[in-house]
């Protein structure tokens, strides 16, 4: 799209753009972008009870390494690429056979069960022997409150595969099933059959700890369902199926059991709530009844890139561009993006970030003399802090035609299936200097009317300020004191 500065990934915090090099004039505004951004990034939210903004579906993929209630397992909206598959199960497991308290029922049992739980950030374990929850970010809860649409469905998808030995992926070669049709074939070691095997799947929120702490302990699923600290959102059965191994050629070892489970229960997701996702299985019996028979019920949990529990969620907003904030500073217009998901900043697709700007008749204007910070928090217990971009552009040294503009910041979230765009508004005088601006607020509403104008405000002083004038000396505040610690953060990555 023309108007459109070309973008790269940064997987630093506050990389420069690779246009140009910070002047003089860049490297003392750079203190007071960076306390706007503080600023900005501490806002207090506003509470809202509805969402009017855009339904996407969201995809979670669960990243399976264990079994059963003691070994929650990670999901995120990261597609598990390179996983291996677990392929494992319970040899002599049973459920539903003995009453209590010999037995348990197989809607009770903790074994015959997969949890998934949102995390805030990338999973990078490859495999099973890798795992370790210290290598995940576990903080508990969500970026913001989040609004699910109650008109939509929410599914999963969950594989299996009858014995429990399980054939190396490397001997499988299934193909790719999320690229080709299902079903791809696949052999276990040994001939097995479950019958009339059917899976379920429960769509949970609920308070897992102390908000955006613990993030390398195992969040407590079993207490937490013991407390009644899970509520149900939502929940349904696959159909029933015969699953066989070794069968001829272009049949299935592994299959694959689709979900629906009806619409969400509830709106409002509190930001303090976790999701978690339970998958249960057994045979259903002649009699409807639900069991799992030792020794003759040997199933295999399938995962990784080509087997992945999938839940997908309709979600309003579940990707915002929340500000685009032009702003006027010793001669240059600085442009603030603030954008973030539900989930966390890892899910805010980089690369996806545009800066476009068009004057009043809709032309295009593609800035030369710019430079982009970024700051993208991967740290343990940064995640739910906003994605801050950042760009300052020199438009005297372009040479800018007085007028009226435009200036949109547009990205993504990571697997592309949420969009937005902010757009505010800033004028060049007919002297050539900063004039009025307008500040771009989209979705909910997060800032005060009294900071609009001191934003607005501090552009029409900023903008009279010569290139080389000294800054007058600021009292020292706490967010000063931030955005100090920001800009040493800065020049520590650049030396």
């Known amino acids: 799209m023309a108007g459109q500065l070309e973008q790269q990934a940064f997987h630093k915090p506050l990389q420069a753009f690779p246009r140009g090099n910070l002047g003089s004039s860049h490297v003392k505004l750079l203190p007071m972008v960076m306390v706007a951004l503080v600023a900005l990034a501490f806002m207090p939210h506003a509470a809202a009870e509805t969402s009017d903004e855009p339904t996407s579906e969201v995809t979670f993929y669960g990243h399976v390494f264990g079994i059963g209630r003691a070994s929650p397992m990670p999901m995120n909206t990261q597609f598990p690429k390179g996983e291996s598959d677990l392929s494992q199960g319970f040899v002599a497991h049973s459920c539903g056979v003995a009453p209590p308290p010999g037995g348990s029922s197989c809607e009770d049992d903790t074994q015959n069960e997969e949890w998934l739980y949102t995390t805030a950030g990338f999973v990078q374990v490859k495999n099973q022997a890798e795992f370790d929850y210290k290598k995940l970010h576990n903080e508990r809860g969500l970026t913001k409150d989040t609004f699910l649409d109650k008109g939509k469905d929410i599914t999963a998808t969950f594989y299996m595969s009858a014995d429990d030995h399980g054939w190396p992926l490397a001997a499988c070669a299934p193909g790719v099933p999320h690229d080709v049709p299902w079903p791809v074939p696949c052999w276990n070691w040994d001939p097995g059959v479950l019958t009339q095997w059917q899976v379920q799947a429960t769509v949970f929120t609920g308070v897992l700890g102390a908000y955006g702490g613990a993030a390398d302990t195992q969040p407590d699923i079993a207490g937490a369902l013991a407390g009644n600290k899970l509520i149900k959102l939502a929940e349904g059965v696959s159909s029933?199926?015969?699953?066989?191994?070794?069968?001829?050629?272009?049949?299935?070892?592994?299959?694959k059991f689709d979900i629906n489970l009806g619409k969400p229960l509830r709106e409002k997701i509190l930001k303090e709530e976790s999701y978690v996702v339970r998958f249960k299985w057994w045979s259903v019996k002649a009699d409807g009844t639900h069991k799992v028979l030792p020794e003759v019920d040997q199933w295999n949990v399938d995962s990784g890139e080509y087997y992945p529990p999938v839940v997908n969620i309709p979600v309003k907003g579940a990707f915002t561009v929340e500000y685009t904030i032009p702003q006027f500073v010793y001669e240059k217009l600085v442009v603030l993006g603030i954008m973030n998901t539900p989930w966390g900043s890892y899910d805010v697709?980089?690369?996806?970030?545009?800066?476009?700007?068009?004057?009043?008749?809709?032309?295009?204007?593609?800035?030369?003399?710019?430079?982009?910070?970024?700051?993208?928090?991967?740290?343990?217990?940064?995640?739910?802090?906003?994605?801050?971009?950042?760009?300052?552009?020199?438009?005297?040294?372009?040479?800018?035609?007085?007028?009226?503009?435009?200036?949109?910041?547009?990205?993504?979230?990571?697997?592309?299936?949420?969009?937005?765009?902010?757009?505010?508004?800033?004028?060049?005088?007919?002297?050539?200097?900063?004039?009025?601006?307008?500040?771009?607020?989209?979705?909910?509403?997060?800032?005060?009317?009294?900071?609009?104008?001191?934003?607005?405000?501090?552009?029409?002083?900023?903008?009279?300020?010569?290139?080389?004038?000294?800054?007058?000396?600021?009292?020292?505040?706490a967010l000063h004191v931030a955005g100090v610690a920001l800009l040493a953060a800065f020049w520590r990555w650049r030396k």
Do not use: M
């Not at 710019?370 to 906003?386: E, M, Q």
């Open 349 to 477: 697709d980089q690369d996806s970030i545009k800066l476009t700007i068009v004057d009043s008749n809709g032309a295009s204007v593609t800035p030369q003399h710019i430079n982009r910070l970024s700051d993208f928090s991967v740290a343990h217990g940064a995640h739910y802090k906003p994605v801050n971009v950042t760009y300052v552009w020199d438009f005297r040294a372009d040479k800018l035609p007085p007028g009226e503009y435009s200036v949109t910041v547009a990205a993504t979230n990571y697997q592309g299936s949420a969009a937005s765009e902010c757009t505010g508004k800033f004028a060049i005088t007919s002297g050539g200097h900063g004039g009025d601006i307008t500040v771009g607020q989209c979705g909910v509403r997060t800032i005060s009317d009294t900071q609009l104008d001191t934003v607005k405000q501090g552009s029409a002083n900023d903008a009279q300020q010569p290139p080389d004038a000294p800054a007058p000396a600021p009292q020292l505040t």
């Open 240 to 255: 029933t199926q015969d699953v066989k191994s070794l069968e001829p050629a272009g049949n299935p070892t592994v299959w």
